[in-house]
C-alpha cells in the first residue's frame, strides 16, 4: 500500500536558517506529491506540488522536487521566518485513486 | 469567501450521543472527502463522492459512521452511538475532476470531543 514517512519533528529554527523537512514515500504507480501547511488554529493549505518525476514544486519561497529514484520529496526554504511557523505535511495521491495518503506531519517553530 | 466550509467548527457530545457535520464544498467542485485527523497523525481518508455518488469507503468508517451527498453539493457525515475514541478533527475537502484535479482544498474541521 501507499505510504510516507516524514521527520520527526519539533524542528526548531531561527529566522533566516535553511529548512529541509525529509519526506520519503513508498506507491504504487506514478504519484503525484504535495506539501500541506497547517498554522495555528487554520485548516489545510496547500503549499505546492509535483506530478510527475524531476517536477519542482515551489511557493512562498518554499520547493520541493520530486526525486522518483530515491523515492523523496524533501521540502526546503532558504530563509525562514517566524511566519513559517507551522506543521507541515508531505502527502502523495496515486494516478488511479482519489485519496490523499498523508504522513504524520512535522512541526516547525522558528524563532527571532 | 468561496472555500470549503464546515459545519459546526466544534462539538462536545457525550457517549453514546449521535452527532452530524455537515461540509459545503467550493461550488462547481464535483468531487468531495472526508478525512479524520487524530492528534499528533495525519489526515486519514475516510470516504469520497463524486457528485453525488460515494464512490470509496476506508475500512476505518465502521457502521456507525454515514456520508450522504444528496444533491451533489453539500455534504453530512454522521457519527451514531459515538465512542470516545471517535474524538478527532473531521476534515472535509473538495476538488474538480478534471483540470486541477490532484488538487484538494481543504475546509477549517469539525473538532469532536466525546465525553
Known amino acids: 500500500g501507499n505510504s510516507v514517512t516524514q521527520m520527526e519533528g519539533p524542528v526548531t529554527l531561527s529566522e533566516e536558517a535553511f529548512l529541509t523537512i525529509n519526506c520519503t514515500y513508498t506507491?504504487?504507480?506514478?504519484?503525484?506529491l504535495f506539501w500541506y501547511v497547517q498554522y495555528p488554529g487554520e485548516g489545510l493549505q496547500l503549499l505546492l506540488k509535483?506530478?510527475?518525476?524531476?517536477d519542482k514544486g515551489s511557493n512562498k519561497g518554499f520547493e520541493a522536487t520530486y526525486r522518483k529514484e530515491t523515492t523523496s520529496f524533501h521540502l526546503e526554504k532558504g530563509s525562514v521566518q517566524v511566519s513559517d511557523s507551522a506543521v507541515y505535511f508531505c502527502a502523495l495521491k496515486t494516478g488511479g485513486g482519489n485519496k490523499l495518503t498523508f504522513g504524520t506531519g512535522t512541526q516547525l517553530k522558528v524563532e527571532l | 469567501d468561496t472555500g470549503v466550509s464546515q459545519d459546526p467548527r466544534h462539538k462536545i457530545t457525550k457517549r453514546g450521543q449521535n452527532v452530524t457535520f455537515r461540509c459545503d464544498p467550493i461550488s462547481e467542485h464535483n468531487r468531495l472527502y472526508w478525512y479524520r485527523q487524530t492528534l499528533g497523525q495525519g489526515p486519514e481518508f475516510l470516504t469520497y463522492f463524486q457528485n453525488e455518488a460515494q464512490l470509496e469507503k476506508s475500512r476505518l468508517l465502521s457502521d456507525r459512521f454515514s456520508a450522504e451527498r444528496p444533491k451533489g453539493s453539500f455534504s453530512t457525515l454522521e457519527i451514531q452511538r459515538t465512542e470516545q475514541g471517535d474524538s478527532a478533527m473531521y476534515l472535509c475537502?473538495?476538488?474538480?475532476?478534471?483540470?486541477?484535479?490532484?488538487?484538494?482544498?481543504f475546509g477549517p474541521g469539525t473538532r469532536l470531543t466525546v465525553l
Open positions: 475537502a473538495s476538488s474538480l475532476s478534471r483540470g486541477e484535479g490532484d488538487t484538494q482544498y
Open positions: 509535483a506530478t510527475k518525476a524531476d
Open positions: 506507491a504504487t504507480g506514478y504519484p503525484s
